[in-house]
């Protein structure tokens, strides 16, 4: 069944690509919703256990049951009513949920390469955990991210987002078709592993056309060198790419590794459940707290705040007022950040702030065009 897409009703999903069509137009949903949808609609008819569930939208991960009714429910919004037949999905008290509808499995879409840019472009896959241990996972994902986001700051090189590239995560494929699913010439791919005090990580850069390794290289370094490290993988690949090294503003990074760890984790959790909007609303004050003058947990804080009044019924004025303060402390502390610019430009228009979110939109896009 790799591969395949499912039609049912108006519906197409296909997993590989992480999409949902509704009448051919994409339908906004999540990594968690997308996940569980394959998992149902690929077992048509069947009872599928809430345990079973849970393992498919959050792999080797502990949660609450609750995630999975908040992730089903807005599934069943998105979906809308079948009509007389009720819903797509069914609840099994007690047990789980089976899929209702009638689905017809497609073969695999064959889709042309995209074009290549006009510049130099790359896509920095997911690294692989090599720790063994599914604990780090967030910390090896927080490093493709942070890569992901060094290079979007260099005016020279076309970068893919990264939803796009998580897309293949653990997915063994030819980078050819990779490269050309993406439409991009480079593939940066890698591991890391982290242990006792340091972080090993293994990266290469490859140009898909000819199959050819352009750079590879290995760091053994204590963990609190990880941010240097970092900066020499985007320089090499800078240097690679464009022939000349040309630095992006400087970047505020964190002092304290604790607080980094905190925010690679709430990340992930941010925009997924009330429960984990919770947790990671006490990640991230923790991590405020251990690293006052790091400016990237006062931005997801700000996002907290408001999605707890937008999404999940939280105070309205006071979250208002509060996210809107950490937006502007976190571009305070580092104003070189596109993300917090962007965050900050966000919450002034929902404010109707429109000349001032105007001015922040422009200057995060000219701090990264592809935030």
Not at 175 to 197: C, F
Not at 265 to 277: C, F, N
Request: charged share 25%.
């Amino acid at each position: 069944m790799q591969g395949s897409r499912f039609a049912f009703g108006p519906f197409v999903l296909d997993p590989r690509a992480g999409t949902l069509l509704r009448n051919d137009v994409p339908v906004a949903v999540g990594y968690r919703g997308l996940s569980l949808l394959a998992a149902l609609v690929g077992r048509p008819g069947e009872i599928l256990g809430k345990a079973e569930l849970m393992d498919a939208a959050w792999p080797g991960t502990a949660v609450e049951e609750g995630n999975l009714t908040v992730q089903i429910a807005q599934l069943r919004k998105l979906l809308d009513p079948v009509g007389d037949n009720g819903e797509w999905i069914s609840t099994v008290p007690r047990v789980g949920y089976r899929f209702t509808g009638a689905v017809e499995q497609l073969g695999e879409a064959r889709r042309k390469p995209l074009p290549l840019p006009d510049k130099p472009s790359i896509a920095v896959l997911p690294f692989v955990n090599f720790s063994n241990d599914p604990e780090q996972d967030p910390f090896v994902d927080g490093l493709t991210e942070d890569l992901i986001t060094d290079l979007s700051r260099i005016s020279g090189l076309f970068v893919i987002a990264r939803n796009s590239t998580f897309a293949y995560k653990g997915k063994a494929m030819d980078v050819r078709e990779i490269a050309g699913d993406l439409g991009v010439r480079y593939l940066l791919e890698g591991s890391a592993r982290r242990a006792a005090g340091r972080v090993r990580i293994n990266a290469q850069l490859v140009d898909a056309m000819s199959g050819d390794h352009l750079w590879a290289e290995r760091f053994d370094r204590g963990l609190e060198d990880i941010f240097a490290v970092q900066d020499e993988v985007t320089a090499k690949i800078v240097e690679a790419l464009l022939g000349r090294l040309r630095a992006p503003p400087p970047r505020n990074r964190p002092r304290n590794l604790e607080a980094y760890d905190l925010c690679v984790r709430a990340r992930k959790l941010i925009d997924d459940s009330p429960q984990m909007a919770q947790e990671a609303h006490l990640m991230l004050t923790r991590a405020v707290s251990l690293d006052p003058d790091y400016a990237e947990p006062y931005r997801w804080l700000a996002m907290n705040h408001w999605m707890g009044q937008v999404h999940w019924g939280g105070p309205t004025e006071a979250a208002r007022s509060v996210a809107l303060e950490l937006a502007r402390k976190a571009v305070a502390i580092d104003p070189n950040d596109a993300g917090c610019r962007w965050i900050l430009a966000y919450l002034l228009a929902y404010e109707r702030s429109f000349t001032e979110a105007d001015a922040e939109f422009a200057k995060a896009i000219e701090l990264d065009p592809k935030e």
